[in-house]
């Protein structure tokens, strides 16, 4: 993927993209962590962070589809920059409409989708990780963690 191998045709200083353990530590990439790091309890509330947005996505994804059709299976062939664009545009355009219709007022049923997992890192990208990428990671989750503790996702509540 090119935003992966390329970042810094995407990225400015200060900017990630954060990604599930498949993929590997980067100046651009904070993954979750891989056990045994995982099984720290900092580490694992981090982890629980990740997930609870990737869900939140997952959700939202699953409502655009639910309420476009056409983006359930999009049949545009991609050959070139121009193919991309138009999907994009289409995407979003259904995005907005989205937007449009929920403030007024109009509502529609939020239904489960399953879990996609992350598609598998290039067997090119193999990257180690260095003490900053570490210590960026390690800030980012320290912001995480406050800001879920402050607002009473954490700690992680278990099921009885």
Known sequence: MKLYKSPEDYFVQGE????????????????????PAANARDNAEFNYCL??????????IGILKS?????????????NARDMQLL???????????NMLA???DAWSVHEYP???PPDPPADV????TNQQ??????IKTITLRRNYATGVLPIKQAL
């Open 16 to 35: 990630y993209m954060l990604a599930d353990s498949a993929y590997a530590l980067s100046g651009h990439c904070i993954p979750a962590y891989k056990a």
């Open 51 to 60: 997930v609870k947005s990737r869900v939140r996505v997952e959700h939202c």
């Open 67 to 79: 309420r476009w059709a056409s983006l359930r299976e999009m049949r545009q062939q991609i050959h």
């Open 88 to 98: 994009v545009r289409w995407i979003v355009a259904c995005c907005v409409l989205h």
């Open 103 to 105: 403030q007024l007022g």
């Open 115 to 117: 879990y996609v997992g």
């Open 126 to 129: 193999v990257l180690a990780a």
């Open 134 to 139: 570490r210590t960026s990671r390690e800030h």
